[in-house]
C-alpha cells in the first residue's frame, strides 16, 4: 500500500493537474488547430505517447475460447490429458502444504488462462501448475516459498525420496525458473486478480436447503453435500470457471446433484429469484460440461468415479431434452456465422531437457521463452474499460495523424505523333520479319548464293531412289 495523495480520477483529469518539471517534455493542452496564433504548418511539440493499453476479459465465451485453442495448435485428447493433471497437481499440492480452497480456486484459474494463451509446445504443463499455485498463495494471502511447493511436488511424485525445501542442489534451480515464469502469468492474467470462490455461496445454499435439523444429519444429506462440495471441485477441471460467474456454476452443481442423488429437487426453484439472476441457459451449459467430464474421464474425477456410467448417460440425455426442449444452444451467445474454417497446426509434445518438471537436477532459468509482440510505447493494463476507452479518445485527438485530399487540375501537353516516310516504313517491317525467325538465319534468294546456299539444290542428280 503505497501512501500520497488522492489519485484524480480519469474523467476529472485537467490540465493543471498534469505534473510540471523543467526537464519534461512540453504537452499541449489542446490540439494544434484550436490553439490561438500557432501556424497550421508549424511543426507543435507533444508529449510522450500513453503507450499501449490492454483490458483483461473477465469471462471468455466458448466460441472465443475455441478460437484461441486453434491460434496456439490445440490437441484435443493430448491438452485434456495436461489439463487434467495439472490441476490435479494443484489439488494435490494445495492439501500437502494445507493450503484453503480459495488459493486452489485461484491457481486452477490461472493455469487455465496460461495454457489457452500458450502452445504447450513451450512450458511444460507442471512448471505451469506449480507457477500458478505459487502465484496463487500471493494473490490470497497464503504466503508459501517456490521451494515449498517444489518440494511437496518433488514427494508426491516421488515418496520414497523425501525431500526437505532446504534441499538447495534440489529446488535451486527449479525456484528460479518458477519465479521467472510467475512473471509470465502475471500478464496473462492482465494483474486482475479478481477470482470467484462458488464454494463459499454452495455452502450458504445448502444450509437453506438442508437447515440443522433431523434431516440435515442423515446420511442421504451428507452424502448430497458430499458430492455437491467435490463437484465444485471437479468444475475446476474444465473451462466453466472462465466462462460463467459464481451463481450459475453453483446452480448447475445443485441441479446436477439433484440429478445424480434424487432428492431436493423441490427446493431449488427458491433460488431462481430477482436476487439471485441466473439464466437458465447458462446453467444448462455449466452441467453439461460436467456431463462431458465425468462420461469421459471418471477416474480423473472425485464424482464421477462414484456412479455407474449408465447413470451418467442417462442423467446427460435428460440434460440434453432440456436443452432442445427450450430450445437453448448448446452453448451460450454462439454465433454460427462467426465460425472461422482454420486448419488444425499439431503442437508438439511438451517437456524438454532444460524443463525443471522433467529433470528437476538441471539448473534453471529466470529467462523463459514467451512469444511476446514487439510494441511501442509501455503495456499498461486497464481494468475499468470505460476509464480506457475515454482515455483513448482524448489521447487520439492529439496523436492521430489528419491528412487533408486536394485535387488539383494540371494541364498536360500530348507530344505529337512523329512521322515516318514509306521507305522507312517498309524497311522497318523486312527487318520485323527477318529477326522473328528466333535463330534461323533467312534463306539467300540469289541466284549466285553458291551450293550450301539452297537446301533442295543437290537433290536433282540423286532424288530419293
Not at 76 to 91: C, F, M, N, P, S
Not at 379 to 405: G, I, K, N, P
Not at 458 to 463: E, I, L, V
Request: proline share 7%.
Amino acid at each position: 500500500m503505497t501512501t500520497g495523495s488522492m489519485p484524480i480520477p480519469l474523467n476529472q483529469l485537467k490540465p493543471t493537474h498534469l505534473p510540471t518539471s523543467p526537464m519534461a517534455p512540453s504537452i499541449p493542452t489542446e490540439p494544434a488547430s484550436k490553439r490561438n496564433g500557432v501556424n497550421d504548418h508549424e511543426v507543435v511539440p507533444i508529449g510522450p505517447s500513453p503507450g499501449l493499453s490492454s483490458n483483461p476479459p473477465r469471462y471468455i465465451s466458448e466460441q472465443t475460447l475455441q478460437q484461441m485453442l486453434k491460434s496456439i495448435g490445440y490437441d484435443e485428447a493430448r491438452e485434456d490429458t495436461y489439463r487434467l493433471k495439472g490441476v490435479q497437481l494443484i489439488d494435490s499440492v494445495r492439501q500437502s502444504i494445507s493450503l484453503p480452497v480459495k488459493t486452489f480456486d485461484t491457481a486452477a484459474t490461472y493455469y487455465h488462462r496460461f495454457r489457452i494463451r500458450f502452445p504447450s509446445a513451450e512450458y511444460n504443463y507442471e512448471d505451469v501448475a506449480l507457477a500458478s499455485l505459487f502465484v496463487a498463495c500471493k494473490v490470497e494471502d497464503t504466503i508459501k516459498k517456490s521451494k515449498d511447493v517444489l518440494c511437496a511436488a518433488h514427494n508426491i511424485r516421488q515418496p520414497h525420496d523425501q525431500r526437505t525445501p532446504d534441499d538447495k542442489k534440489m529446488f535451486d534451480g527449479p525456484s528460479k525458473f518458477t519465479v521467472g515464469l510467475e512473471r509470465h502469468i502475471l500478464e496473462t492474467i492482465g494483474f486482475d486478480f479478481q477470482a470467484q470462490y462458488p464454494q463459499k455461496l454452495l455452502i450458504k445454499l445448502l444450509r437453506k436447503m438442508f437447515p440443522k435439523g433431523e434431516k440435515g444429519d442423515s446420511p442421504e444429506v451428507k452424502k448430497f453435500i458430499s458430492d455437491a462440495y467435490d463437484m465444485s471441485i471437479d468444475l475446476y477441471k474444465t473451462f466453466a470457471p472462465l466462462k460463467q460467474p459464481s451463481f450459475p456454476l453453483v446452480m448447475a452443481i445443485l441441479e446436477l446433484t439433484v440429478l445424480l442423488t434424487g432428492m431436493g429437487g423441490d427446493q431449488l426453484p427458491q433460488f431462481y429469484s430477482d436476487r439471485y439472476p441466473a439464466r437458465k441457459g447458462c446453467v444448462l451449459e455449466v452441467m453439461l460440461d460436467l456431463m462431458d467430464l465425468y462420461t469421459q474421464f471418471p477416474k480423473s474425477t472425485k464424482v464421477g468415479s462414484r456412479y455407474n456410467l449408465n447413470k451418467l448417460m442417462d442423467v446427460k440425455i435428460d440434460i440434453n431434452k432440456m436443452l432442445s426442449g427450450n430450445r437453448y444452444h448448446r452453448h451460450l451467445a454462439w454465433c454460427d456465422k462467426c465460425v472461422q474454417d482454420s486448419s488444425d497446426a499439431l503442437s508438439v509434445t511438451p517437456g524438454s531437457a532444460i524443463s525443471p518438471a522433467t529433470n528437476s537436477s538441471l539448473p534453471g532459468t529466470t529467462t523463459v521463452k514467451r512469444n511476446g509482440k514487439s510494441s511501442e510505447g509501455t503495456l499498461r493494463f486497464v481494468f475499468d474499460h470505460e476509464d480506457a476507452r475515454f482515455e483513448r479518445e482524448t489521447v487520439a485527438e492529439y496523436f492521430d495523424d489528419v491528412y487533408e485530399e486536394i485535387e488539383e487540375d494540371v494541364e498536360e501537353r500530348i507530344p505529337d505523333e512523329p512521322r515516318h516516310s514509306s521507305r522507312s516504313v517498309h524497311h522497318s517491317h523486312s527487318s520485323h520479319r527477318n529477326h522473328t525467325d528466333h535463330g534461323w538465319s533467312p534463306y539467300s534468294r540469289s541466284r549466285h548464293g553458291g551450293h550450301n546456299s539452297d537446301r533442295h539444290k543437290g537433290r536433282k542428280s540423286h532424288g530419293y531412289y
